[in-house]
């Protein structure tokens, strides 16, 4: 039988939830996040980072073995070398496991370097404290981390001096060089393994100026050990808490944590009808041991599914699990900003439907008209897909700086007649494609003085990124970044990271605030998001149904570049199939919701999965056909995005009328 060891993954695992770590590479236990190391290299950039610190430390022994005794043996035997450099060294304590991204001894010195694709804008380890003084809560698994790694080697090896450090993307830095990013294409070894094939010779000139920084951290762990790196002291020990968990890992016996809002995100959990397969849910284990749950208990309107309900962890530990335990001092009561429902209002409405079972939706039809009103023809409506890069592409980039590399735009006239208008999408290896973008996004609406619209605050901030590049760069090698800014700024609003406020003179309509403000509707289970609203006005709305029927999408009477003859309408079982759902997924056997998972920047969740097809291109190996493919995906989804604001306009449009 393999070890039981407690690594540092399984560690991170525990610091999520204690829990998980019976669950864990069980297969009775399914996990619902994707499990593929590849997919999660194209999504945060990890192993390119981890690539370009090696290089930054040239000159070191890469360990592939995955066998922990033969790793432990050649480690040990590199060790016996007065100086040397390994990447992937592995070091075992008792039955922990650790493999080092980076280690440099120097005699009886060793610096421990763990290397995060995350970005940094500080300059020492003070920068990772809060204003009192105290480890910041988001660089808390970060840390710990290096703290657990810095343990094992300590205790494996005393005879060493160990210094520990974190290397991070430096958001002060900037790239000296064009194409850095394209250095490094992921490839899959026999395995299906990431691995980073980097550009033969690469020298120091070519890879410019460093954009990663090393910080020691030494000082931060002894606190973490002694108990002094949190306002409260832990119940348990660093170390303590180390062997507790290595314990009950080594015994395969479960820890039960307390119940939360985190189990909302339990990715050990199944559909009921996997259950009558054999496997088993670990989000119903731990409700059915902790909260005494009975099966049909999950069918209940659950507290976890409340929308933007922030008291989840402060109820549950008050035995209160379902909608119907709650009561007006749980919600409590805000007043709106504007016309519409405030966020409690919004809550109770969910909350008294989920109970009594109404489907019917809460449409505010006199305070939308007002506001529909005041919207100028012909609409527009686009969408951004976007995304933020570890390894900048282009000369002068920071770490981490925003790319917006595909929009869709979609016209309504004031006879209502729709069509596709217009669409951008860069698919050129290592281009900077910013400026270019808002060139063709000016172009498609600067046409008329037509409102403008977007869903969520996206499209608004990444126009005060470009702004903010195009502000940072010569007129030599932008001429008309002038003119681009001023008209950024007649269709935004400044974002708090500017220096001067404004105010657009047509600044864009947030769909999304609409649909908090006005709509409220059932079959969207709590959710704004775009993929959950547009099913809900479908299921919704006859009039919808019986029009989009037809093959009406994609012909002269409303222009597609896309599609053809398409029919948007499919019922199953009484139910309009979400349209999301009748695309090809853009990675095969691979879910939207799935691929989200690995997007942590909320930003930029909503379009996981057209962030990661961005990123295959950019940085991995593929065919000519394969390419192809993923462009025809790209245009589709982006598409569909706009033609779904379409759509819910349109369904208001037709309630106002009736």
């Given amino acids: 039988?393999?070890?039981?060891?407690?690594?540092?993954?399984?560690?991170?695992?525990?610091?999520?939830?204690?829990?998980?770590?019976?669950?864990?590479?069980?297969?009775?236990?399914?996990?619902?996040?994707?499990?593929?190391?590849?997919?999660e290299a194209l999504a945060e950039g990890g192993f390119q980072v981890e690539e370009l610190a090696r290089l930054y430390h040239g000159g070191g022994i890469l360990i592939e073995e995955r066998d922990y005794e033969k790793s432990l043996a050649m480690t040990n035997e590199l060790l016996k070398k007065d100086k040397v450099i390994i990447y992937q060294a592995a070091f075992r304590f008792e039955n922990l496991f650790i493999r080092t991204d980076i280690l440099v001894k120097n005699g009886k010195k060793i610096d421990l370097i763990e290397v995060k694709a995350k970005s940094f804008d500080g300059s020492d380890s003070m920068d990772f404290l809060n204003k009192k003084g105290n480890l910041d809560s988001k660089w808390t698994p970060y840390i710990y981390d290096v703290a657990f790694q810095k343990y094992v080697l300590i205790n494996s090896h005393p005879e060493f001096d160990v210094r520990a450090y974190i290397m991070l993307a430096d958001k002060t830095a900037r790239t000296t060089v064009d194409g850095l990013n394209q250095n490094f294409l992921i490839i899959r070894d026999k395995v299906g393994f990431p691995q980073i094939k980097t550009r033969p010779a690469l020298t120091a000139q070519e890879l410019g100026g460093e954009i990663l920084i090393k910080v020691k951290v030494d000082d931060i762990i002894g606190r973490i050990y002694d108990g002094t790196d949190t306002a409260d002291p832990p119940e348990l020990m660093f170390i303590d808490r180390i062997r507790m968990l290595s314990d009950y890992y080594q015994r395969d016996e479960k820890i039960e944590t307390p119940l939360g809002g985190k189990c909302k995100k339990c990715e050990f959990t199944c559909d009921p009808e996997d259950l009558a397969t054999g496997v088993r849910s670990g989000f119903q284990e731990c409700w059915k041991s902790m909260a005494e749950f009975a099966d049909d208990d999950f069918n209940k309107p659950s507290i976890l599914d409340v929308w933007d309900f922030r008291k989840k962890d402060q109820v549950i530990g008050d035995g209160k699990y379902f909608m119907k335990d709650l009561d007006d001092s749980d919600i409590g009561h805000t007043a709106p900003k504007k016309s519409g429902m405030s966020r409690t209002e919004r809550q109770f409405i969910q909350i008294q439907k989920a109970i009594e079972g109404d489907n019917t939706m809460d449409l505010r039809i006199d305070e939308l008209r007002r506001e529909m009103e005041s919207w100028r023809y012909p609409l527009h409506m686009i969408d951004f897909e976007t995304t933020a890069v570890a390894i900048p592409f282009h000369r002068n980039m920071r770490p981490y700086d925003g790319i917006a590399f595909q929009f869709s735009h979609h016209i309504i006239d004031s006879q209502g007649n729709i069509k596709h208008a217009g669409q951008y999408l860069n698919v050129e290896r290592g281009r900077f494609p910013n400026f270019e973008f808002v060139r063709a996004l000016k172009k498609e609406l600067d046409q008329d003085e037509g409102t403008i619209f977007r869903y969520a605050a996206h499209e608004n901030t990444y126009l005060n990124i470009i702004y903010t590049q195009l502000r940072e760069v010569s007129a030599t090698e932008v001429p008309d970044k002038d003119e681009l800014c001023n008209w950024i700024r007649t269709i935004t609003n400044s974002t708090d990271r500017q220096?001067?406020?404004?105010?657009?003179?047509?600044?864009?309509?947030?769909?999304?605030?609409?649909?908090?403000?006005?709509?409220?509707?059932?079959?969207?289970?709590?959710?704004?998001?775009?993929?959950?609203?547009?099913?809900?006005?479908?299921?919704?709305?006859?009039?919808?149904?019986?029009?989009?029927?037809?093959?009406?999408?994609?012909?002269?009477?409303?222009?597609?570049?896309n599609f053809q003859n398409k029919a948007w309408i499919e019922i199953h079982d009484g139910i309009v199939t979400n349209p999301y759902k009748l695309l090809p997924p853009l990675f095969e056997g691979k879910t939207d919701e799935q691929l989200e998972e690995y997007i942590t920047d909320p930003m930029l969740a909503e379009g996981g999965a057209a962030m990661m097809a961005y990123a295959k291109m950019q940085f991995s190996e593929m065919s000519e056909e394969e390419r192809k493919s993923v462009v025809e995906g790209l245009l589709r989804y982006c598409e569909l995005d706009t033609f779904a604001m379409v759509l819910i306009w349109e369904f208001w449009n037709n309630e106002l009328a009736d």
Avoid: H
């Fill in 1 to 39: 039988m393999k070890p039981r060891y407690l690594t540092k993954s399984r560690f991170k695992l525990a610091l999520e939830c204690e829990t998980k770590l019976f669950y864990t590479n069980k297969k009775e236990y399914p996990d619902t996040k994707v499990d593929d190391p590849f997919m």
């Fill in 499 to 561: 220096a001067d406020e404004w105010e657009g003179s047509r600044t864009m309509v947030d769909l999304l605030e609409m649909v908090k403000r006005f709509y409220y509707d059932p079959y969207a289970g709590g959710s704004n998001s775009i993929k959950a609203i547009l099913p809900a006005v479908l299921n919704r709305s006859e009039y919808l149904q019986e029009k989009y029927s037809k093959p009406i999408y994609g012909t002269a009477s409303m222009p597609s570049y």
